[in-house]
Each structure stands twice: as C-alpha cells, then as structure tokens.
C-alpha cells in the first residue's frame, strides 16, 4: 500500500486496532466444549472415542453440560481457563464446590476430582503424575482486547518483523530450496503475493465462521502493512529507508560542521549510490520472481 512507512504503520496500527479491539483475539475460555469425552481415557492409551466400560469422568457424573460456563472453584474466582486448569490440577482428588452458569442462571455443583496423569503445561512432552482431573476441554472465543494490549503486540509483531527481515537472506535460501528441490515451505518463510492470494483463497474455502475469516483477514492486512513499512525502512536505497538515511547523514555532517564552527559541507550526493540502488532494484526483482515461482510450485498452506 502506497504513503511511505509512516502510512502502512498507521494502516497497520488501525487493521491491529480494528482486529483486537472490535473483533477479539481467539482465547480459550472456560466453557465446556461440546467435543469434551464424558469417559476418562488414559493419557497411555492413543484413542479419542469412549468404549463400553470406561468410568466417567467427574464432570459427567456432576452433570456439567456442553456451554456450561465454569466461574468458581472451591470458592475462588476462574477468570480464564489457565485458572481453571491450574486450580484443578493443584486441587488433587476429592469433592469441590464448583461454580458454573448455565443458561445465564448461576448453580452450584459438587463434583469428586479424580488423580490422573497429565501432559505438563510447560512441556507436553513431561507428564505430571496425579493430578487432579475434571474431564473438560475448554471452548474457543474470541475476546475483545483493550487499546493499551494493541500497542503491546503490534510492539511485538514489529520486533518478530525486523528479526525475520534480518533473516530475510537465510530465508530466501530456504525458498529457492523449496522451489527447485521439493523441500518443505518453512511457515514462518516469506511469501509472496501469488501465496498471499492462495491463502486467502483458502481460509474463504475453509469452515470457519465468518467472524473468523474476518479476523485472519484483517490480521493479514495489518500484517502485511507492517512488513511492507519495516521493509521500507531499511537503510538502502531505492527504500525510503535509503532516502531517510541520506537526509539523517547530512543532518550529522552539518551539525558537527556547527559545532566545530568548519564552512557548511556540500550536499551529500546520493547520485554517488545509484550502482548499489540498481544492485539492490535487480536483487529485489529476483527475489520477488522466485516468491512468485515458489508459491505456484510448491506454496504454502495454512493447514502446514
């Protein structure tokens, strides 16, 4: 999108305002999914289906139902579901007083934790032993976000940016790879605009909700203005970064020229850089045409 890099942060700055603030970021939440087993299945045992003999877990036994929202345990408040996991765990085996909302009616449960071993919420791949287990899996929301967290990730989006365009050569290596010898497309890779197309091609074929699609679309225009404003700030010429340098160079040189009370210099000539603008033109047409052909041949999907 044209105006410079102070445009696309603006753009990108309203895209992230309009996606956090008016639509929500997708949270889990403590609501019980409608896909929550009602038998407890051994972490050992590599299934997803109930069979005949499984004990139930103490969620159906306690009558919790799909849409169930869980707001107290034990007394105290469950804000998220990282508080309701946490608190459960911690609990270990026996009775609690669980505190849900149903049909926008609040009710009181007894239900009886039961011990299980269960994948670390640190480290999946460590198993905590004995904890306690309620038999629930949470429900995806989207949840609106304040002005104040907006700043905050675009803070850390641009940080990401700048790290990826640091690593952008590395990357085009991975690309060129991906094209020419059939190697995997590395998701956090570079695309172009022929893959922006396909992806968006794809998340309209998907079954998400509308309120989804919107989101990731929105989230795509935020963060493609933000790339293209980082790009532009690199200190190259034909870039606006380039242009932005040049001007900030001689702003040096005529300062200390002040300072040291010398005759004011000559305006730098940025006329002396054209080999290297030319240089940098050609390098970025490559990279832009091997995108292109890497997106058609082997391109890169959301479902990677």
Partial sequence: MAGGPAMNF?????FFSILLVGIGLPTWAPIVSPDTNTCVIPISEQRADCRPGDQLTPAAQAGLKPGD??????GRKIGSWEDATRLIRSHGPGPVQLGIVRDDKPMTLTVTLIAQDRPNLQDPEKIDKNVGFLGVLPTEVMQQQSMGQVIGYMGELTARV???????????VGVWHAAFSGEERDPEG????????????????????????????????AGFNLAIGM????????????HIAGGLWEGIKRAYAKIMR????????IAKVLPLTYAIAIVMMIMAGLLVYADLVN????TN
């Fill in 10 to 14: 603006v753009l990108a700055f309203v």
């Fill in 69 to 74: 929202r869980m707001v107290t345990f034990d």
């Fill in 162 to 172: 700048a790290g990826s365009l640091v690593n952008l050569p590395e990357k085009m």
């Fill in 299 to 302: 391109p890169l999907t959301l």
């Fill in 190 to 221: 570079p695309v172009g605009v022929v893959g922006a197309g396909r992806m968006g091609g794809e998340i309209l074929a998907s079954d998400l909700s509308n309120e989804k699609k919107i989101a990731i679309f929105v989230n795509l225009l």
């Fill in 231 to 242: 790009f532009n700030l690199i200190p190259l010429l034909p870039l606006d970064g380039g």
């Fill in 262 to 269: 010398r005759p004011e210099p000559a305006h730098v000539d």
